[in-house]
């Protein structure tokens, strides 16, 4: 009995040293757990994969969708990213101790060092300064999508356009347009019509903020942008103040406009309707307003008549608009034709432009940012251009008045 009361106590105090040491156990493999995982972290924070660069044409089709590496707030593409993008003959060497990097492509040799922003293209003589210097990850050479940006127009004869926040690389035929002129020899002028204005503040955000004062602000920078590629722009208002429909078509018939450009703001009782909505007066659109009268319904007719000869540039126009500014959202930009009341005396191409939601908090701060605004101001303006290019295939209608026809 003596024997087995020992054996059954020893036994226990074993049982109770193992819990014992089970329990002093499990925080050292937890604390080792988290150490992995903080080393992971860290290791991780340094280079992370982020998402693929895009490279797009004019049109907006894909050319080309590279993996890109993320690091101290930069993108990083590797260096194989220039047979695919740039000249699929390229080659390159790479000398890891001293870390050097030169390429071999159009005839050129451009050499660069990793750590460095300056590179020397050969035999041209010529020296770029990058904004972010290429760098090494994981022992391999990456190029910063500057480079792509800068080199591009140099190798290829291109213009290049990046968005930043869409990680989206739009290569283009450089620009060969100039400003039209009217059967009058005079220079063509463009009209901007910033909506409301005075007591008409249009629709209003959750923080105050105004449809005339936003729609203001950017009609006075698109116009000052559009002033420096040589052509004249008015617009309907110049400050805070109400204007009239008949107002304004005075203003651009006075200024003898060929094209109208209406900026406006939207608004929706849901707060999930976003982005930018292009509208363009199409009197057989989805929507007939009836008249009452058969003198009221003489004269729409006439209206009508007008504006169908105008109804092929404003659509062309739209679609130059809708090309330029997609490449600034990922949600693609509608046009939605309508019999709009706002333009139906405007006798030119005319285009209404709702530039985003004030009811949506992700447009409005896209508004509320400096950065975001002139990038729309590129786009309308690039859209000018690109409409300016090809109208020269049309004839430019002359108005109600001087068409004997009517």
């Not at 036994?11 to 040491?21: D, F, G, L, S, Y």
């Not at 390229?90 to 990097?101: E, G, I, V, W």
């Not at 007719?301 to 109804?311: I, P, Y």
Request: positive net charge.
């Amino acid at each position: 009995m003596t024997t087995t009361k020992t054996t059954n106590s020893t036994a226990h105090i074993t049982k109770t040293q193992e819990r014992c040491v089970n329990r002093d156990t499990i925080p050292v493999k937890i604390g080792a757990l988290f150490l992995c995982i903080l080393v992971l972290a860290i290791t991780l924070k340094g280079s992370a994969q982020a998402p693929a660069v895009r490279f797009i044409d004019a049109e907006g089709k894909t050319l080309a969708e590279i993996p890109a590496h993320h690091q101290d707030e930069q993108v990083y593409l590797p260096v194989d990213a220039v047979k695919q993008v740039i000249d699929p003959r390229a080659t390159h060497q790479y000398n890891h101790p001293r870390k050097r990097l030169t390429l071999k492509t159009k005839g050129r040799q451009i050499r660069l060092q990793m750590g460095k922003s300056t590179i020397s293209i050969e035999p041209d003589s010529q020296t770029l300064t990058l904004s972010t210097p290429p760098i090494t990850i994981a022992q391999q050479p990456m190029l910063p999508v500057d480079f792509f940006r800068q080199l591009l127009p140099i190798l290829n004869d291109v213009e290049v356009i990046y968005n930043s926040n869409l990680n989206r690389l739009q290569i283009r035929p450089k620009s060969t347009w100039a400003p039209v002129e009217t059967n009058n020899h005079e220079n063509w002028a463009i009209i901007i019509d910033p909506g409301h204005g005075g007591l008409d503040h249009g629709c209003a955000s959750s923080t105050g903020r105004l449809e005339k004062d936003i729609v203001l602000t950017l009609a006075k920078q698109l116009q000052e942008r559009i002033k420096q590629q040589g052509i004249q722009v008015h617009l309907t208002r110049e400050r805070d103040t109400k204007k009239t429909h008949f107002e304004r078509i005075q203003i651009a018939e006075q200024h003898q406009g060929q094209l109208f450009l209406s900026l406006h703001c939207n608004t929706s009782f849901s707060p999930h309707e976003k982005g930018i909505r292009i509208y363009l007066n199409n009197p057989k659109g989805r929507i007939r307003f009836p008249s009452t009268t058969k003198p009221a319904l003489i004269g729409q007719r006439l209206k009508v008549l007008a504006q169908v000869n105008f109804l092929k540039q404003s659509q062309d126009f739209a679609h130059a608009l809708q090309t330029e500014l997609n490449f600034l959202t990922e949600t693609p930009i509608k046009i939605i034709d309508l019999p709009l009341i706002a333009l139906s005396e405007t006798y030119m191409p005319a285009v209404i432009l709702e530039i985003g939601y004030l009811s949506n908090v992700e447009d409005l701060e896209k508004l509320s940012n400096a950065e975001y605004t002139a990038s729309v101001v590129e786009a309308i303006t690039r859209a000018l251009q690109r409409y300016i290019a090809s109208i020269n295939q049309y004839n430019v209608p002359t108005s109600p008045e001087q068409n004997t026809d009517n």
